[in-house]
């Protein structure tokens, strides 16, 4: 089946940066919409950061000129360049694949079918 997995997730302090990676397996991710999610304890799934099939990029107002989306088609990965972080971007990272639902809006988690187990970043000030 179907596979994403993430990795690069840490531990960092306030300011610091990390590079998050998706790759996926049994799937070829060229013209899908891949999206990176970010869940913290008591919170709701939100939307990262998408590019889609396109090459279109949106980012949640939350992280736009700190973050940057890029995809590698060729190697089936979607990257999250974390930089200036901030103790609020402390939560589990997600990447998730295929727009099962092309109507909600690209931060809606129900938008999308395939999903990864998670990576967790922790950002201490």
């Known amino acids: 089946q179907v596979q994403l997995v993430e990795s690069g997730g840490g531990s960092v302090q306030a300011g610091g940066s990390l590079r998050l990676s998706c790759t996926a397996s049994r799937y070829r991710i060229r013209g899908n919409s891949m999206a990176w999610f970010r869940q913290a304890p008591e919170k709701e799934r939100e939307g990262v950061a998408v590019v889609d099939g396109m090459g279109s990029i949106t980012y949640a107002d939350s992280v736009k000129g700190r973050f940057i989306i890029d995809r590698d088609n060729a190697n089936d990965t979607v990257y999250l360049q974390m930089n200036s972080l901030k103790p609020e971007d402390t939560a589990m990272y997600y990447c998730?694949?295929?727009?099962?639902?092309?109507?909600?809006?690209?931060?809606?988690?129900?938008?999308?079918?395939?999903w990864g187990q998670g990576t967790q970043v922790t950002v201490s000030s």
């Open positions: 998730a694949s295929f727009a099962e639902q092309p109507s909600r809006p690209w931060y809606d988690p129900y938008r999308f079918k395939f």
